[in-house]
């Protein structure tokens, strides 16, 4: 069953919160039963790719392509298509591409891949800011017409100092009073390209005295000269994202603008906006609403685009999709799971108030899916040789391991035993420490899914390194027979065959920052990278693993889950990533 089929199965209803009270509230009163949903257009000037299907409700999730998508991203995602999906309703994907010298196709490609593999469709709803650049257009030249907007010629630096404080009301532009055809044409050769980049700009005229600075005449245009990634070198214009996120959002025909709390203060503007387009005819009534909630707060990442960005292009992670980085593309070759993310976001739940996630319950929600989902292999992953002295050299035999040990439906799978195995290096001890019940000299354990062996000493090199352990095993102890039981032990150790086991690379990711906070009191956040966070090793794996197909996630017994890479693995040659260890290393 594919990743997207899979996100379609029944699941339990998700818990309630204020978001879904928000909206049972509004559907209860038939708020939106007036948008003619199928039915006829809105306004003339309304965008003709206004969507007219019959959804209840219709969200959006409006990433800007200028960077990969991150773990906070997958909260958004999921409660955007989440709410679609439970009311019947739409979630449109669209890309907020006001920024044309930050932008790149290489984003949009990488964006639509990660929330297709998170599970989630947008059918024929996929827009772009760029979609309606024109009707932007229009509709900042009726603000002007109508006395809400005007051409401001100061400098950035006179428009900051003039802006005031939280405590000081701003100070009025010289140019606020500008006759609307003196605005008209200078917005118009603004477009024309006449004009510097930032020589002026296109500011809407509210209150300068407001306490809510956002609403003290924001710039809603601005000159750049820049080559577009849809619209070539269409325009010299581009609109601000506060200006053009709620028409976008009105134009199609969103009913709940679900934004992060950062974007509160901005919400009177987004009303003031859309409600004088509304009174000028260029909108459709009812109008959408902006709904904010708390993002992620993960401890042991940073998700600031400028950091990510950072990361990458100073090399300290080996790209966008690096294992260790918290952008999905990362998490997905790391061997995250779709459903494991979904679990969590349900598991945080949605509020208003901010607030830390501890990133073990990220990993106890992975933990939990692939403990169900993935199959059993065994890997020795710090291989020293066991020999068995008195099995016979030429000998073989199968012994049987579970494919999944709650799932006796997938079946048993030989692993064979010969004279030589391989065995975890930490599974032998000369002299062992209180409490060891695994290989030393006189001590029997298991060979899992195998016989009963008795250690019967070593074989050190000139430094003295373990080089080879030595032992016997017992006749008629071998797992699944009548004798297994005959023979007490305590220890019980996982092995490989030397002569069928399969060399490969292994990688052992870990958190990519030591501290829950990084970069805390100022400091820089690069201090915080954990230098321990990716080891390479060559392990030995059963032979079946040889296989394995790239995004295969297995249970390496006692050592974690682990990932056949993406991107490095090939047809007999996997390369595998650890996604998380089977216990949380990181408690106190």
């Not at 420490?433 to 000299?441: A, D, H, Q, S, T």
């Not at 095993?473 to 009548?482: C, E, L, N, V």
């Amino acid at each position: 069953m594919s990743e997207k089929n899979k996100s379609s199965a029944a699941r339990p209803a998700p818990a309630s919160n204020f978001i879904r009270n928000i909206i049972d509230a509004d559907l209860a009163a038939g708020k939106y039963a007036a948008r003619g949903w199928g039915g006829k257009p809105g306004p003339a000037k309304v965008h003709a790719q206004a969507p007219q299907d019959a959804a209840r409700i219709r969200t959006r999730f409006p990433p800007e392509p200028n960077g990969y998508l991150h773990i906070g991203h997958a909260k958004s995602i999921c409660l955007n298509f989440g709410l679609a999906q439970s009311y019947g309703g739409a979630c449109h994907m669209r890309f907020d591409d006001t920024n044309p010298e930050k932008e790149e196709q290489e984003y949009v490609d990488s964006i639509i891949h990660a929330v297709q593999w998170l599970g989630f469709d947008w059918r024929e709803n996929i827009f772009f800011a760029s979609d309606y650049f024109d009707f932007m257009y229009e509709a900042a030249v009726h603000l002007i017409h109508t006395g809400h907007a005007y051409v401001d010629e100061q400098t950035p630096e006179q428009m900051r100092a003039n802006r005031g404080t939280l405590t000081e009301p701003g100070v009025a532009s010289p140019w606020r009073e500008r006759p609307a055809a003196e605005s008209l044409a200078r917005f118009g050769e603004m477009r024309e390209g006449k004009h510097a980049d930032g020589s002026m700009v296109l500011r809407a005229k509210i209150d300068m005295a407001s306490p809510n600075i956002n609403l003290r005449d924001p710039a809603i245009y601005r000159i750049r000269k820049a080559r577009h990634h849809r619209t070539g070198d269409k325009w010299c214009v581009y609109p601000m994202y506060a200006y053009a996120h709620p028409i976008e959002d009105a134009l199609e025909r969103i009913t709940h603008s679900i934004c992060t709390l950062e974007f509160e203060d901005q919400r009177p503007f987004y009303d003031w906006l859309l409600g004088k387009l509304a009174e000028g005819g260029l909108l459709a009534q009812p109008l959408p609403q902006q709904v904010e909630f708390a993002r992620l707060n993960l401890t042991f990442v940073v998700l600031s685009k400028r950091r990510l960005i950072q990361l990458v292009n100073e090399k300290h992670v080996a790209g966008w999709d690096d294992p260790r980085m918290p952008t999905l593309a990362g998490a997905r070759r790391r061997g995250y799971t779709p459903q494991g993310f979904r679990l969590f976001a349900e598991r945080i739940g949605v509020s208003k108030a901010d607030s830390w996630i501890d990133y073990s319950v990220l990993e106890d929600c992975m933990r939990e899916h692939l403990n169900e989902s993935a199959e059993r292999r065994i890997a020795v992953l710090d291989p020293v040789k066991l020999i068995i002295d008195n099995y016979p050299a030429d000998q073989q035999e199968d012994c049987f391991a579970p494919n999944h040990p709650q799932k006796p439906d997938l079946g048993k799978r030989v692993v064979p035993l010969t004279r030589e195995l391989w065995i975890e290096r930490e599974d032998f001890a000369e002299t062992p420490p209180k409490g060891f019940f695994r290989l030393f000299p006189g001590n029997s354990v298991r060979l899992r899914y195998g016989y009963v062996v008795k250690c019967t000493g070593c074989e050190k090199d000139s430094a003295g390194r373990v080089t080879a352990v030595h032992c016997e095993y017992i006749a008629g102890t071998k797992s699944g027979t009548a004798g297994a039981d005959s023979v007490k032990v305590k220890g019980n150790i996982h092995w490989v065959s030397a002569r069928h086991a399969h060399a490969a690379p292994v990688r052992l990711y870990d958190r990519l920052f030591k501290t829950a906070h990084p970069g805390a009191g100022g400091q820089d956040y690069l201090l915080d990278l954990n230098p321990d966070s990716a080891k390479t090793i060559t392990a030995q794996l059963e032979a079946a693993l040889k296989e394995a197909k790239p995004e295969e996630r297995f249970q390496f017994e006692r050592h974690g889950y682990f990932v056949a890479d993406l991107r490095d693995s090939a047809p007999g040659a996997p390369v595998f990533n650890r996604a998380v260890t089977l216990r949380d290393s990181w408690k106190a």
